[in-house]
C-alpha cells in the first residue's frame, strides 16, 4: 500500500521560508506527478504544484513566483518550498499522487499543519 | 473564488438521493478534461470517490455516482446515510494560464 507523510517545521516565522518534505513508501516514485496541495483553516483546496518524477514542474499561477519543488528518486522523497511566507500562507499542507496532469490525486498524506507567525 | 464553482452546502434526510454540482467553463470542463471528486471528514485527508467522471474506485460504495456534460458535472448520493455528512470537492485540469489542476470551492452535505 502507498503511504506518503509530510515533515517539516510547524511554525514559521513572517518573510521567511517555509520547507516541507514528502517521504513515499509501498511503492516506487517514478511515473507519477507528485504534488503539494494545501487547505487554510476552514477553507477549500488549493493546488500548490507538482513535480514530475523526472523533475519537470508545474505550479499555480498565484504562488508561481514563490515555489519551488524539487525530487530526490534515491530516497523516494519530494520537497516544497515557499518563500516570503505571511499569515495567509498558514495551512494544512498535503503530498498527494497523481497518475496524470488530469488525473485524480489517488494516494494523499495526513497533513502537516504550517502556521506562519512570530 | 474558485475556477469550479460548487453550491457552500446541501443537505438531506436519511434516504433521500442529494445531488452537488461542479461548474466549469470551457478551459475546464467544456475542453473535455475530467472531473474526480472527493470526500472529506473533519481533521482527515481527502479521499478519492469518483474519478474520471464516473469512475468509483474499490471500497467506495454504490450509492455514489458521477457524471458530466459540457461545462458541468454533478455528484450524486442515494440512500443518504448519517456517516456521508462530509465536505466535497471536485477537481479538473483548466489550460488556461500555462495548465493548472483545479479545485471546487467544497460543499458540506448536511444529513438532517
Known amino acids: 500500500q502507498v503511504q506518503l507523510q509530510e515533515s517539516g517545521p510547524g511554525l514559521v516565522k513572517p518573510s521567511e521560508t517555509l520547507s516541507l518534505t514528502c517521504t513515499v513508501s509501498?511503492?516506487?516514485?517514478?511515473?507519477?506527478?507528485w504534488s503539494w496541495i494545501r487547505q487554510s483553516p476552514g477553507k477549500g483546496l488549493e493546488w500548490i504544484g507538482y513535480?514530475?518524477?523526472?523533475?519537470?514542474?508545474n505550479y499555480n499561477p498565484s504562488l508561481k513566483s514563490r515555489v519551488t519543488t524539487s525530487i530526490d528518486t534515491s530516497k523516494s522523497q519530494f520537497s516544497l518550498k515557499l518563500t516570503s511566507v505571511t499569515a495567509a500562507d498558514t495551512a494544512i499542507y498535503y503530498c498527494?499522487?497523481?497518475?496524470?496532469?488530469?488525473?485524480?490525486?489517488?494516494?494523499w498524506g495526513q497533513g502537516i499543519l504550517v502556521t506562519v507567525s512570530s | 473564488q474558485s475556477v469550479l464553482t460548487q453550491p457552500p452546502s446541501v443537505s438531506g434526510t436519511p434516504g433521500q438521493r442529494v445531488t452537488i454540482s461542479c461548474t466549469g467553463s470551457?478551459?475546464?470542463?467544456?475542453?473535455?478534461?475530467?472531473v474526480h471528486w472527493y470526500q472529506q471528514f473533519p481533521g482527515t485527508a481527502p479521499k478519492l470517490l469518483i474519478s474520471?467522471?464516473?469512475n468509483r474506485p474499490s471500497g467506495v460504495p454504490d450509492r455514489f455516482s458521477g457524471s458530466k456534460s459540457g461545462t458541468s458535472a454533478s455528484l450524486a448520493i442515494t440512500g443518504l446515510q448519517a456517516e456521508d455528512e462530509a465536505d466535497y470537492y471536485c477537481?479538473?485540469?483548466?489550460?488556461?494560464?500555462?495548465?493548472?489542476?483545479?479545485f471546487g470551492g467544497g460543499t458540506k452535505l448536511t444529513v438532517l
Open positions: 498527494a499522487r497523481f497518475d496524470g496532469y488530469n488525473s485524480p490525486g489517488d494516494y
Open positions: 513535480i514530475y518524477y523526472s523533475g519537470t514542474t
Open positions: 470551457s478551459s475546464n470542463l467544456g475542453a473535455n478534461y475530467d
Open positions: 509501498g511503492g516506487s516514485i517514478s511515473s507519477y506527478y
Open positions: 474520471n467522471n464516473r
Open positions: 477537481q479538473s485540469y483548466d489550460s488556461s494560464l500555462s495548465g493548472s489542476v483545479v
